[in-house]
């Protein structure tokens, strides 16, 4: 025994060695992991971005999950997905740290596919992916950041004949000034600012439920679930995917790049932050909205302050509540566009060049200002074609109904 153990231990570190001799030296970053993807980051920083890219205003559809759910599979569901992802999300995190043991850091998404999957794995299905899915949430968080505007708009004027797409346009003005953020590691003032922020919606929402549950305007609670059998299996997998999407993030690998190595044990006590945040917000969200609305919850809660007849909250109270959700849009949107900001950085910048160079700074405000100028119009094309097809769906009623109606019965 006493020549055996130091030998499986030798045979063990030679192994080791072994493993960082093929991991190789580190390679020299391109531009976008130069850049953007800046290794100076805290745990602290990392909870920040990680509440503000999982934490957001879908949230608010929390109660209505619920409402497809019910009480006991609606708390189940909410609790077993946070569990989920967390494991899920930790041992992602578990991985990369091991990874940066050999010597060889994988930054993103498409890193970690390259080495698992093979190269052309990651460069033409899941870098492309996480790509369009990134960008579509900066084209939805556009178009949600200019209904919320339009909302606040029409409290302070219910008369007032601005259009969606004007709204959706000035978000998109506020975005472009911020997406010239050179890092993402320079967010985290923002991303604390967004954290704050998802808190004190979160409590207004959690108040003003609470509020129209104990007065005398409140709906009659029923909390049954509504149709058929048929529509109940439906609710089901509806209510669980609107539950799952609340708990996701598309570029985990991406933030814990932020970090400053050594990262190990770091991105646990970031996963912890963020999910303390979670665990505040969705269960007070989600609760006292089914507790206060029931079946009648609608796709998000604010939906239902409004009443039938007039608010059921004070105006102050509602202008503050969607301001606060407002502006945690805006973050949310700058961050879903750090995986664009590094691609096109990789491609167009020069790594041996200073990063505040005019070489690198003009590509860099052009290219980014039209990713948002674009994702701005897509949001504002969005309604258009909403439009467009409520005015086909009108045409098609007209024609059902015209066999009915005898739209020639006085020729």
Known sequence: METVTPNLMEAYAGEQKQNIAVAGPPKELDAGALFVLK????????????????VAPVLLSLPFAMALLGWVGGVICVALSGLVTFYSYNLMSIVLEHQEKLGHRQLRFRDMARDILG??????????????????????????????????????????????YHFIIMFGGVTLFLAQMPSFHSLRHINLVSLILCLAYSSCVTAGCIYIGH???????????????????????NGISIISTTYASGIIPEIQATLAPPVKGKMLKGLCVCYSVIVTTYFSVAISGYWSFGNQAMVTVLSNFMGVEKPLLPTWFLVMTNVFTLMQLVAVTVVYLQPTNEVFEKKFADP????????????????????????????????????????????????????????????
Do not use: E
């Open 352 to 411: 041996k060049m200073d990063q505040f160079s005019i070489r690198n700074i003009v590509p860099r405000l052009i290219l980014r200002s039209l990713t948002v100028v674009v994702a701005t119009i897509f949001a504002a094309m969005s309604v258009i074609l909403l439009v467009g097809v409520g005015a086909v769906a009108s045409v098609r009623q007209i024609v059902l109904d015209a066999k009915t109606y005898r739209l020639f019965a006085n020729m």
């Open 119 to 164: 190269p052309a794995w990651g460069k033409y299905f899941v870098g492309p992916l996480q790509f369009w899915i990134c960008y579509g949430a900066v084209i939805a968080c556009t178009l949600l950041g200019g209904q919320s505007l339009k909302f606040i708009y029409l409290l302070s004027d219910p008369d007032g004949t601005m259009k969606l």
């Open 215 to 237: 007065t005398n305007n409140a709906p009659r609670k029923d909390y049954s679930l509504k149709g058929s059998t048929k529509d109940h299996y439906f609710g089901i997998f």
């Open 39 to 54: 290794s100076q980051g805290s745990w602290l920083h990392v909870g920040y971005h990680l509440t503000t890219s999982i």
